[in-house]
């Protein structure tokens, strides 16, 4: 039986009294492409963030192959990291450094500079960016261009294991298209495994292979994103119809 | 019953303040620790340490030397004014010298500094830490501490003393301008009652401070802004108290090295 690329299992994570996780449990296979998906505030980027060691669990498990996340110090965790690529919401492009510098932070390590910059500029043609935009600087690129730039980064050194943090959050209907595109593109191709938390049922039809609902600090529904629409699951139902009244409760 | 729970409550009061001390006395500790020790293991950012040193010690130069210029100025009236109390117009060059050298060069360019540059460091880390630049720093393998905090406290430590040494030159300068053109010395004198009475300990122990002052001010605007608040507001607080705390740091860390440097 095939192991899971990335598990969770029984993860708490409070803040002062708050408590966002209370028991989240989660398997994502190798290759597939799986969508969290659930309000805000429902502790989605937190349940990324503790793979990724960002946010430490209070309590439980996490997994990535065989090496237990949550506990991984120093060199075990840097190999651990080296597996990940991320798209974050608001890009979290380094200001300081051209476009192509960004693409090729992780490279730097590992390669000179010119072929540094010769693979960042061949990851922008990936993303659609043409290479007159390798050297200008974040700020001087429009909101979806630097989610192209960000995209291009988290695949830059052919990552194993991609998350994308609300890859379409402010973009126009027709860029999130493009964007949802690219993701499911470059996940095929590079045969990575893919996280994605977001709340934009377009998206989520378009890039995943498995859907998980996370409400009330727990993952309430999980399975393939066919079933969906006919799961029966209360919150599922609610959620996708973008109703106010369901078991999911609304601030009016 | 109600003045009890008052005294209660008072004490808890005091508790909680005594807590919250130890716990940011802590925190900074701790943060310090780890900033020290990534400067002394590999991997080390070069250019990240080149940029820091010209962004804090390059761009720092005109505000410091102003301060200083002007500073050597004021010292030099002021001693004129009141040595000629007592007949004693003669020690200007050699005071301004001293004055200069171990106190006012250390101090009022380590404030400038902390002004400028606390504050810049502090507001450009708050803000990566809100845009979650700081976090994808993380994700693509390189320790924040590494790259963000260790060159600049190395810049810091480094770059103060030279900023210091133009500075005490800039504010001797200031004192001689003021004292040839305006008091009427000799040049060659007020030169040589400079030279003769300034020894190797007052310069050193003017740089000494320095470097601990670049030290306290880089500290200071990482650890406030890589553990800033989220949202502007956060990143404003940052600022402030990046600023504030360098400065008061500063002063008393100015006060314990001339009490070292006095008994040695």
Same mark, same amino acid.
């Given at each position: 039986?095939?192991?899971?690329?990335?598990?969770?299992?029984?993860?708490?994570?409070?803040?002062?009294?708050?408590?966002?996780?209370?028991?989240?449990?989660?398997?994502?296979?190798?290759?597939?492409?799986?969508?969290?998906?659930?309000?805000?505030?429902?502790?989605?980027?937190?349940?990324?963030?503790?793979?990724?060691?960002?946010?430490?669990?209070?309590?439980?498990?996490?997994?990535?192959?065989?090496?237990?996340?949550?506990?991984?110090?120093?060199?075990?965790?840097?190999?651990?990291?080296?597996?990940?690529?991320?798209?974050?919401?608001?890009?979290?492009?380094?200001?300081?450094?051209?476009?192509?510098?960004?693409?090729?932070?992780?490279?730097?390590?590992?390669?000179?500079?010119?072929?540094?910059?010769?693979?960042?500029?061949?990851?922008?043609?990936?993303?659609?960016?043409?290479?007159?935009?390798?050297?200008?600087?974040?700020?001087?690129?429009?909101?979806?261009?630097?989610?192209?730039?960000?995209?291009?980064?988290?695949?830059?050194?052919?990552?194993?294991?991609?998350?994308?943090?609300?890859?379409?959050?402010?973009?126009?209907?027709?860029?999130?298209?493009?964007?949802?595109?690219?993701?499911?593109?470059?996940?095929?191709?590079?045969?990575?495994?893919?996280?994605?938390?977001?709340?934009?049922?377009?998206?989520?039809?378009?890039?995943?292979?498995?859907?998980?609902?996370?409400?009330?600090?727990?993952?309430?529904?999980?399975?393939?994103?066919?079933?969906?629409?006919?799961?029966?699951?209360?919150?599922?139902?609610?959620?996708?119809?973008?109703?106010?009244?369901?078991?999911?409760?609304?601030?009016? | 019953?109600?003045?009890?729970?008052?005294?209660?409550?008072?004490?808890?009061?005091?508790?909680?303040?005594?807590?919250?001390?130890?716990?940011?006395?802590?925190?900074?500790?701790?943060?310090?620790? =780890?900033?020290?020790?990534?400067?002394?293991?590999?991997?080390?950012?070069?250019?990240?340490?080149?940029?820091?040193?010209?962004?804090?010690?390059?761009?720092?130069?005109?505000?410091?030397?102003?301060?200083?210029?002007?500073?050597?100025?004021?010292?030099?009236? =002021?001693?004129?004014?009141?040595?000629?109390?007592?007949?004693?117009?003669?020690?200007?060059?050699?005071?301004?010298?001293?004055?200069?050298?171990?106190?006012?060069?250390?101090?009022?360019?380590?404030?400038?500094?902390?002004?400028?540059?606390?504050?810049?460091?502090?507001?450009?880390?708050?803000?990566?830490?809100?845009?979650?630049?700081?976090?994808?720093?993380?994700?693509?393998?390189?320790?924040?501490?590494?790259?963000?905090?260790?060159?600049?406290?190395?810049?810091?430590?480094?770059?103060?003393?030279?900023?210091?040494?133009?500075?005490?030159?800039?504010?001797?300068?200031?004192?001689?301008?003021?004292?040839?053109?305006?008091?009427?010395?000799?040049?060659?004198?007020?030169?040589?009652?400079?030279?003769?009475?300034?020894?190797?300990?007052?310069?050193?122990?003017?740089?000494?401070?320095?470097?601990?002052?670049?030290?306290?001010?880089?500290?200071?605007?990482?650890?406030?802004?890589?553990?800033?608040?989220?949202?502007?507001?956060?990143?404003?607080?940052?600022?402030?108290?990046?600023?504030?705390?360098?400065?008061?740091?500063?002063?008393?860390?100015?006060?314990?090295?001339?009490?070292?440097?006095?008994?040695?």
């Amino acid at each position: 039986m095939t192991k899971p690329k990335i598990a969770l299992k029984d993860v708490h994570k409070s803040f002062g009294a708050k408590q966002v996780l209370r028991g989240v449990t989660l398997d994502v296979m190798p290759s597939e492409s799986m969508v969290v998906i659930g309000g805000s505030g429902t502790g989605k980027s937190i349940t990324i963030k503790s793979v990724l060691g960002l946010v430490k669990p209070d309590r439980g498990e996490v997994w990535v192959d065989d090496i237990r996340a949550d506990k991984a110090r120093g060199a075990r965790r840097d190999a651990l990291l080296d597996k990940f690529g991320m798209l974050f919401q608001g890009g979290a492009l380094f200001d300081s450094l051209k476009v192509w510098e960004n693409v090729a932070f992780r490279l730097r390590r590992r390669l000179g500079r010119d072929e540094a910059r010769d693979l960042a500029v061949e990851k922008l043609r990936r993303v659609g960016l043409g290479p007159e935009n390798a050297d200008l600087y974040p700020a001087e690129l429009s909101g979806g261009m630097q989610k192209r730039v960000g995209l291009a980064r988290a695949i830059a050194d052919d990552p194993e294991i991609i998350f994308f943090d609300e890859p379409t959050t402010g973009l126009d209907p027709i860029m999130s298209d493009v964007i949802n595109d690219l993701i499911r593109e470059v996940v095929t191709e590079m045969g990575a495994t893919a996280l994605t938390i977001t709340h934009d049922m377009t998206s989520v039809r378009r890039i995943a292979d498995k859907v998980a609902m996370l409400h009330g600090g727990v993952i309430q529904w999980t399975g393939p994103v066919d079933d969906l629409e006919t799961c029966g699951d209360p919150y599922i139902e609610q959620f996708i119809n973008g109703r106010a009244d369901g078991p999911i409760e609304a601030l009016r | 019953m109600a003045v009890l729970s008052a005294f209660h409550g008072f004490l808890a009061g005091i508790g909680a303040s005594v807590i919250g001390l130890l716990r940011a006395t802590g925190a900074l500790t701790l943060f310090a620790a =780890q900033g020290i020790m990534h400067c002394f293991l590999p991997p080390w950012y070069w250019r990240e340490v080149l940029r820091q040193m010209m962004r804090i010690g390059y761009f720092s130069l005109p505000v410091v030397g102003l301060t200083a210029l002007f500073t050597g100025a004021v010292l030099a009236l =002021q001693i004129y004014i009141g040595g000629s109390r007592f007949n004693a117009e003669g020690v200007v060059a050699s005071i301004v010298a001293i004055g200069i050298v171990r106190e006012l060069g250390p101090v009022l360019g380590g404030l400038m500094v902390a002004g400028r540059v606390s504050a810049a460091i502090a507001a450009e880390l708050g803000t990566m830490r809100v845009t979650e630049q700081i976090d994808a720093l993380t994700t693509l393998s390189t320790n924040p501490f590494k790259y963000l905090v260790a060159p600049r406290l190395i810049a810091g430590v480094l770059t103060l003393p030279v900023l210091v040494a133009v500075a005490d030159i800039i504010g001797i300068m200031g004192g001689f301008l003021v004292g040839v053109n305006r008091l009427n010395f000799n040049a060659g004198t007020y030169i040589a009652n400079t030279v003769n009475f300034l020894e190797a300990g007052d310069i050193l122990s003017g740089l000494y401070k320095a470097a601990a002052f670049g030290f306290i001010i880089t500290l200071m605007g990482c650890y406030h802004g890589y553990n800033s608040g989220r949202g502007a507001q956060g990143v404003g607080t940052a600022t402030t108290n990046a600023v504030v705390s360098a400065s008061v740091l500063i002063l008393a860390a100015n006060y314990i090295l001339t009490e070292l440097f006095f008994s040695t």
